[in-house]
């Protein structure tokens, strides 16, 4: 009986925290014992179903996830550097404030994504593509581009370009271009 009183102390306070918004809560049981509230996801999940899944804040460095469905997920501040995507399925996620740094996405697919203000430095984007995405403000610094797709890309501006590289198989928006990649 006291052992499932304590439970319910935890779960009270572990949501307590959570609608409150930190990303910690004290357990109970011991002195400055602390339950870290974020997820984190690594190593091999390749052809995984992640698709409608809440992954905001997750650490999903340095692992595999190529060919996995991430559709319509929400990755908001999500930090997947050194991670491979290669051929993942990112239509309509939200990727808002990613850290995408040195990540792999050759081939994956951001239709509709929203990628505001992710963080792609040195990002491989080779043959991705991005219709109606949404990369305002997206930091695409050293990022590979070869044979992208984002001629419907929104928000993207020739500085972003101006920082990244591609070739001529790339697709752009009308007026707008890419140095190549050496």
């Known amino acids: 009986m006291l052992t499932q009183l ?7 306070a572990a949501l307590g ?3 409150a918004g930190q990303a910690s809560a004290f357990w109970p049981f011991g002195a400055d014992a602390r339950v870290d509230m974020a997820p ?3 190593g091999v999940c ?13 650490r ?10 991430f559709s319509n997920a929400v990755l908001t501040r999500a930090d997947a550097s050194h991670s491979d995507f290669g051929g993942a399925d990112f239509t309509q996620a939200d990727l808002s404030r990613a850290r995408l740094i040195d990540a792999s996405c050759p081939h994956a697919r951001f239709e509709r994504a929203r990628l505001q203000q992710a963080d792609a430095r040195g990002a491989d984007f080779t043959r991705a593509t991005f219709a109606n995405a949404d990369v305002t403000r997206m930091n695409l610094e050293d990022a590979d581009l070869s044979g992208a797709d984002l001629r419907r890309a929104r928000g993207l501006t020739q500085a972003q370009l101006d920082q990244a590289c591609g070739d001529r198989r790339t697709r752009l928006p009308h007026g707008l271009r890419v140095g190549s990649c050496g």
């Open 40 to 42: 984190a996801y690594g």
């Open 17 to 19: 925290a959570v609608s």
């Open 60 to 69: 999903m460095t340095h692992s595999n996830f190529s060919r996995s469905d």
């Open 6 to 12: 304590r439970f319910a102390v935890f779960a009270a």
């Open 46 to 58: 390749e052809e995984c179903d992640l698709s409608g899944r809440i992954l905001t804040g997750a």
